[in-house]
């Protein structure tokens, strides 16, 4: 099993910027694949970016994000600019195995709040 706990979350006003982390424990060697996904209120589940040995960015993102990645403390962040109201959710980390399981793993979620 793998833990994600994340931080930074918050309240910001439109065109703020906002940092958030996720630590990730336990067997960490199995983990691939660690990114960032949200969920508005009434809507489903999105990315917004990952980091393997690639990076991938949701179209929303519009450069206004940067994903990164500490592999030797097995963090992954994302920061956010220029906010928007739209950019407001629960911000969930996310965790992929490599081969053989490709389990997913998830953390509990940190609402932003972008609102003026």
């Known amino acids: 099993q793998v833990e994600l706990v994340e931080s930074g979350g918050g309240s910001v006003q439109p065109g703020q910027s906002l940092r958030l982390s996720c630590a990730a424990s336990?067997?960490?060697?199995?983990?691939?694949?660690m990114g960032w996904y949200r969920q508005a209120p009434g809507k489903e589940r999105e990315l917004v970016a990952t980091?393997?040995?690639?990076?991938d960015y949701a179209p929303f993102v519009k450069g206004r994000f940067t994903i990164s990645r500490d592999y030797t403390k097995n963090t992954v962040d994302l920061e956010m600019n220029n906010l928007e109201p739209g950019d407001t959710a629960v911000y969930y980390c996310?965790?992929?195995?490599?081969?053989?399981?490709?389990?997913?793993?998830w953390g509990r979620g940190i609402q932003v709040t972008v609102s003026s």
């Open positions: 996310y965790a992929k195995n490599g081969f053989p399981d490709f389990m997913v793993f």
């Open positions: 980091r393997s040995s690639y990076t």
């Open positions: 336990g067997k960490v060697l199995s983990v691939n694949v």
